[in-house]
T-cell receptor, first 118, second 110 residues
Framework: GAVVSQHPSRVICKSGTSVKIECRSL??????MFWYRQFPKQSLMLMAT?????????EQGVEKDKFLINHASLTLSTLTVTSAHPEDSSFYICSPLASSQGEHYGYTFGSGTRLTVV | GQNIDQPTEMTATEGAIVQINCTYQTSGFNGLFWYQQHAGEAPTFLSYNVLDGLEEKGRFSSFLSRSKGYSYLLLKELQMKDSASYLC???????????FGAGTTVTVRA
């Protein structure tokens, strides 16, 4: 169980354009979604937390107008990087949390999206 | 908030044992996780500790001491495929957020 599908795995976009990343929980319902960003040789940094049907909560220093999160259903959440710039190039990872997910299973992660802005 | 420290790099020989330490300071502790991450991939779950003591799972074991704010991940019978980054993560009691350490890059040499 706890299968997560994240797309696309890699994307290259031009500076100023927007990119949408999808994260789906395939066999469970995710009431909460965590979105992380990871720069090369650094650890995962939490960007925002979203709960189904409500607005996302952003971590300090993360621009909510730049990183738009939609969590409209229990199986799908999207992160849109708007007006992307080269400094947004990073590895973005989603992590859905099920309402009944057992503690001993830890948190499940998507396969990640490598964004390169040129 | 959380303050999590772990060594940056470790090198060991195939077949040997390596211990990765993690110390943390937290305002509300609700479990400690260890993840393995290969370059360019998402983290994969290795272990979870919420009570003091040792949790053993095959070649990997994890230990927790809550009073000391300390954990370690023990990797036995190292294999080349164990070369990866190992992340220590602490869960907050109040909001279930995970805070990650910077990761320890383990290199296994023949």
């Amino acid at each position: 169980g706890a299968v997560v599908s994240q797309h696309p795995s890699r994307v290259i976009c031009k500076s100023g354009t927007s990119v949408k990343i999808e994260c789906r929980s395939l066999d469970f319902q995710a009431t909460t979604m965590f979105w992380y960003r990871q720069f090369p040789k650094q650890s995962l940094m939490l960007m925002a937390t979203s709960n189904e049907g409500s607005k996302a909560t952003y971590e300090q220093g993360v621009e909510k107008d730049k990183f738009l999160i939609n969590h409209a259903s229990l199986t799908l959440s999207t992160l849109t990087v708007t007006s992307a710039h080269p400094e947004d190039s990073s590895f973005y990872i989603c992590s859905p949390l099920a309402s009944s997910q057992g503690e001993h299973y830890g948190y499940t992660f998507g396969s990640g999206t490598r964004l390169t802005v040129v | 908030g959380q303050n999590i420290d772990q060594p940056t790099e470790m090198t060991a020989t195939e077949g040997a044992i390596v211990q990765i330490n993690c110390t943390y300071q937290t305002s509300g502790f609700n479990g400690l996780f260890w993840y393995q991450q290969h370059a360019g991939e998402a983290p994969t779950f290795l272990s979870y500790n919420v009570l003091d003591g040792l949790e053993e799972k095959g070649r990997f074991s994890s230990f927790l001491s809550r009073s000391k704010g300390y954990s370690y991940l023990l990797l036995k019978e190292l294999q080349m495929k164990d070369s990866a980054s190992y992340l220590c993560a602490v869960r907050d009691r109040n909001d279930y957020k995970l805070s990650f350490g910077a990761g320890t890059t383990v290199t296994v040499r023949a």
